[in-house]
């Protein structure tokens, strides 16, 4: 009979004592639990316990908490100076290194040590929660129940059934989870479970965009930021977690998911790790910070604007709405023929396709057109492309113009799909991936995805805000174009743009 994760007596194991162990530990006392914390090293663990116990204090002045709660979750820890101390433990979460043979071997310690109904979950973020019980006596008892760092500030843990878990063990991580004061998402075991699934397509797309020379990781990140909305750019994130920890577990997603193209990892990460231009620990990455302060490069002021006609294509009708409504509101004159006038700085708004395409498409004259993304508005931040024949003083008007008002413009070389387009596509086409394989409902997809990665849709709410048939349009464009099978669209994707419907919609 399972445990009771509401009980006053539930004793939880923390194998572990690092910095996802202490943070676990902290939530399950603060959450009423009592906790044994063991780790190999013995001083860590009591740097760990110190740790927690500042923290309680901490949110106690704050007034997060009474002192006398404080108190109460500090002796609520017991340090334990073995894996045998967890004999009592109604369940262990083993939150050690992200080593299969490591875990295997914990795994089958504790099997020695524990009884036979006694939960064992795993911290693991990466490694199959199936692999991990493979190793045990008793897999159906084994489950993933991953967390993310800061684990007190982070509300999501993800509950991960493994190929043979019972039923009743991912309902009881479930409970508690919430009783920790987490949010948890119920996942079945895949390479890289929900979230960093996900999370792949805006690293892995914006440094296959800066490997192929279409902008600089400041532009991608200023763009991201400022037109998409994302609270940091994929570089500035990727400086934060480190490209030692970031590179690694894309490989790794890769592989497991036996090479899937979605997931391809990107030669310049790997190049950056090899340099040890690791991140913000080292003091350098994609960004300098000698000074402890990320040192970014400051914008060019725009150029002028020379006051010559501007013809707007109507291929893209929405696009074309878009920027004669913004043109008509900076003043600037219009050419309204069927065709551009000699001298008339050329506009083109396309979806998936790059500037040259959407020229040729056209017949139009490639030194004289710009493409513009339109698919966040032009309120923010504005991208312009270049064909590779654009001439200079066609391609400064067109930067001049839409940055006439202190409106921020970047100007980059051609791509299918622009920089949004190709990552926000790449984001909502694999969050459509997870919820085709049934890996978590759509719900618990778009909800992971905001608490675990902050960003501003879950890929599924994102998809529908900016249309899934555009959203369709773009990938089938890109994949065209390039041949590249990262593009290609999942039926949950196309069956649900066809259709009408939300990408939310679940399979009846």
Known sequence: MLPDPQGEELIVGVAGAGAMGRGIAQVAATGGCNVKLYDTRSETAREAVEFIQSMVARAAEKGRM???????????????????????????????????????KVFAELESIVGEDIILASNTSSLSVTSIASATQHPERVAGFHFFNPVPVMKLVEVIDGVRTAPGIADFLIGLGKRMGRVPVRVADAPGFLVNQVGRGFTIEAAH????????????????????????????????????????????????????????????MKTRLEAGLLGRKVGTGFYSYESGQQDVPEEAPAPGYDDRPVWISQAEPDGYRMLSDRIGELGAPVDDGAAPGDDALIIVTPLGLDATAACLNEELDPTRTVAVDTLFGLSRRQTVMKTPLTAPDFADAAYGLLAGDGTPVTVIHDSPGFVTQRIVALIVNIGCAVAQARTATPEDIDKAVTLGLRYPYGPLAFGDALGPSKILQVLTAIHQLTGDPRYRPTPWLRRRAELGISLLTPES
């Open 66 to 104: 009474s002192e006398e709660e404080a108190e109460a979750a500090s002796r609520r820890i017991e340090i334990v100076d073995s894996l045998s101390g967890f004999a009592p433990c109604d369940v262990v979460i083993e939150a050690v290194v992200e080593n299969l043979d490591v875990k295997h």
């Open 209 to 268: 965009l800066v490997g192929e020379g279409i902008a600089q990781f400041v532009d991608v990140d200023r763009i991201m930021r400022d037109a998409a909305g994302f609270r940091m750019g994929p570089f500035e994130l990727m400086d934060l977690t480190a490209i030692d920890v970031t590179h690694p577990a894309t490989e790794l997603t890769y592989r497991q998911h036996f090479d899937e193209p979605r997931y391809r990892p990107s030669v310049l």
